[in-house]
């Protein structure tokens, strides 16, 4: 039985996943996206063309792959919708090799109103939301009160939603008793309930499947399964940096769950991160820099929510973190991104521990925030030129060579993929 590769994410999300797997996508026969919802954005340029993708895995652009929206997954009809109709106008038909697990839930308009208004309600104290009813909707998904794909069949579906809709609406107008305020991108709730109902036509062309089933039965044909995460380990429910975190199971242990694969059936783990580190919203990051630097790092990387559009923090590579996360996920190769962004610094610099409570420690504390954990660098030679021309890992400069280097001999896993844009081209393979 062949078993089913992981890709995902290292840091805070953002780190290029999707190029990634859009660039590994004609090496597997199915690309299967395991949690998250449309909080997550994943962008993959090519031939002059550029799509960011929020529900849809990123294998949708090789007409030969089946991509699988997971049982892990959250819908939301209407973003799904609007993301279809994206690629119908980049001629880039889905219906055809999107296929979506019947137990996957469905993220309510009320759900996004929960979102809004729980994220008001913690003043200073905000997490940071996208405010996509990600929270809500897992929420309501552990309290057993969710709403399935496979619902969408059942001719009470309308009372279903309505029983739903009240329970909600019960709870939000205890925060806002003016609920139908609150606009949900930009458009008026009723507005926005009528168009996520007729989102739903959209979202029943494509095929519903028992994913479990499907997956497991495609492993035993010997097709090779590429799984996709979104967002990234430092954002997992369970060891991210809680409560500054997203609401599923962003590590490998998500895709067993999300999937419905069996650990003895895991096989590669790609783990994907920034030659640097970024951040969006609130939450402790040990190695921001408030300065020029941290400055230059957001221009040069265009580092801008692809979902929110929010700038994001930018910061220092933090070797504690990335090995923590390579510990959590079983990593065996290290793909590097964004490498380009750095290429104007003569010198650079990456954490190798912290100063928590007076003394030195290179794990992550449980109670890690904002300025309690100093970091402690390593002072290194930026490569100071631009890698655009490189063909292979020996065209690089020494001094990038030699970065690449140190983080596979402070981490002890090899990095295999380079990326220096972010065209799919723009990618070397060691």
């Known amino acids: 039985m062949m078993k089913i590769d992981v890709l995902l994410g290292l840091q805070w999300g953002d780190e290029g996943k999707g190029k990634v797997v859009d660039f590994l996508t004609p090496q597997y026969d199915i690309i299967a996206r395991f949690q998250g919802g449309p909080n997550a954005g994943h962008t993959i340029e090519f031939d002059n063309k550029k799509f960011v993708l929020h529900t849809i895995p990123s294998g949708v652009f090789n007409e030969g792959t089946t991509n699988v929206i997971g049982n892990g997954v959250i819908i939301d009809p209407f973003i799904l919708r609007k993301e279809?109709?994206?690629?119908?106008?980049g001629n880039i038909n889905v219906r055809k090799n999107l296929l979506v697990?019947?137990?996957a839930h469905l993220i309510l308009p009320t759900h996004r109103l929960l979102d809004a208004v729980y994220e008001e309600a913690k003043g200073k104290d905000k997490i940071g939301s996208t405010l996509k009813g990600i929270g809500p909707c897992y929420t309501d998904k552990i309290s057993r009160n969710g709403i399935r794909v496979g619902d969408t069949d059942n001719p009470d579906f309308n009372a279903i939603y309505l029983k739903s809709k009240n329970a909600h609406l019960r709870i939000i107008k205890q925060y806002n008793p003016d609920y139908k305020s609150i606009k949900i991108d930009n458009i008026p709730f009723d507005e926005y309930e009528k168009q996520w109902h007729s989102s739903l036509s959209t979202l029943n062309e494509l095929e519903k499947v028992n994913s479990?089933?499907?997956l497991n039965k495609k492993l035993a044909e010997g097709k090779k399964i590429l799984a996709e995460g979104a967002q990234g380990t430092l954002l997992d429910i369970d060891f991210g940096s809680?409560?500054?975190v997203t609401s599923s199971n962003t590590t490998a242990a998500g895709v067993c769950?999300?999937?419905?694969?069996s650990p003895k059936n895991i096989g590669n783990v790609f783990g994907i991160f920034?030659?640097?580190?970024?951040?969006?919203g609130s939450g402790p990051f040990p190695t921001e820099l408030l300065n020029e630097d941290g400055e230059v790092l957001r221009k040069v990387g265009n580092e801008f929510g692809s979902t929110t559009g929010r700038s994001r923090r930018c910061g220092w590579l933090d070797i504690p973190a990335l090995k923590y996360s390579i510990m959590l996920n079983g990593v065996t190769e290290l793909m590097m991104m964004k490498s380009d962004v750095m290429n104007q610094f003569k010198d650079i610099k990456a954490a190798t521990k912290y100063i928590y409570n007076g003394s030195e420690t290179d794990e992550i504390p449980f109670d890690a925030k904002d300025g309690n954990l100093k970091p402690v660098y390593d002072d290194l030679k930026g490569?100071?030129?631009d890698i655009a021309s490189a063909n292979n890992f020996d065209d690089f400069p020494d001094d990038f060579k030699a970065y690449v280097k140190y983080i596979e001999n402070k981490v002890g896993v090899p990095i295999k993929l380079i990326s220096y844009g972010p065209d799919r081209s723009e990618t070397i393979v060691r």
């Open 274 to 280: 920034k030659a640097y580190c970024t951040r969006v």
């Open 84 to 89: 279809i109709l994206t690629l119908d106008d």
């Open 257 to 261: 769950t999300g999937l419905g694969i």
């Open 212 to 214: 479990e089933y499907y």
């Open 242 to 244: 809680y409560p500054f």
């Open 383 to 385: 490569w100071g030129v």
């Open 101 to 103: 697990s019947r137990k």
